[in-house]
């Protein structure tokens, strides 16, 4: 079984950085893409950054120009940097795997979230 552990996350004040990291175990190969996402109440689960096993990396908008996406050094692994954390910031991130090159062979995976809280 393939197994996705978040951690890092926690209660904040505004202004500070925090570091979360997800650990892919178990049965996984060829890995795609590792990326995070993050849910607050009453809003969709929205994409936070991604990056690809080629190093491509997409941030979110919101985001853009205040967190960092990278692999660790094992490559199952995959750290999200945040700086300047805002209220808003305040929701449950979730780590998503994403495994396969063919279209066919492809399966997702998801973690069980870590909340970060970030208080004013």
């Given amino acids: 079984q393939v197994h996705l552990v ?6 904040v004040h505004v202004g500070v950085s925090l570091r979360l990291s997800c650990l892919a175990s178990g ?3 060829e890995i795609n893409t590792m990326a995070w996402y993050r849910q607050s109440p009453g809003k969709e689960r929205e994409m936070v950054a991604s990056i690809t096993n080629r190093g491509r990396i997409n941030y ?11 692999r660790g050094d094992v490559e199952s692994t995959v750290i999200l940097r945040m700086n300047s954390l805002k209220p808003e910031d305040t929701a449950v991130y979730y780590c998503h795997v994403v495994s396969g090159f063919i279209v066919e062979a492809i399966h997702y995976y998801w973690g069980q979230g870590t909340q970060v809280t970030v208080s004013s």
């Fill in 60 to 70: 979110a908008p919101s985001m853009k120009g205040r967190c960092t996406i990278s």
């Fill in 27 to 29: 049965s996984i190969h």
């Fill in 6 to 11: 978040e951690s890092g996350g926690g209660l």
